[in-house]
């Protein structure tokens, strides 16, 4: 099993920046690929940024490259990543959630979401 925490959810004026944590642990990541997704009020969840495996790159969507940033940090049985989201815009109110999935098809997790405001 994979326990993912996220945190620095928040309200933040349009132009203005966040940085997303997402602590994991419970197994070694190594073959996952590792992201964030969100989802708005009365649209479909969506990928954001994500961490390819297959690949070594990062994934980002048209609607964020050059103001979104994921980085990953690898402590002692946890890795945590990071979502730094800076210039943000009222289009990117949703709740953010943190996820990690193994490439060998082993498990999909979730975090519990956390909830970013941008007030125009």
């Known amino acids: 099993q994979v326990q993912l925490v996220e945190s620095g959810g928040g309200l933040v004026q349009a132009g203005g920046s966040l940085r997303l944590s997402c602590a994991a642990s419970?197994?070694?990541?190594?073959?996952?690929?590792k992201g964030w997704f969100r989802q708005a009020p009365g649209k479909e969840r969506e990928l954001v940024a994500q961490?390819?495996?297959?690949?070594?790159?990062?994934?980002?969507a048209d609607s964020v490259k050059g103001r979104f940033t994921l980085s990953r940090d690898n402590a002692k049985n946890t890795e945590t990543l990071y979502l730094q989201m800076n210039s943000l815009k009222s289009e990117d109110t949703a709740v953010y959630y943190c996820?990690?999935?193994?490439?060998?098809?082993?498990?999909?997790?979730w975090g519990q979401g956390t909830q970013v405001t941008v007030s125009s």
């Open positions: 996820n990690v999935r193994s490439v060998l098809d082993t498990g999909d997790y």
């Open positions: 419970g197994r070694t990541l190594n073959t996952y690929d």
């Open positions: 961490f390819r495996w297959s690949t070594g790159r990062t994934y980002y």
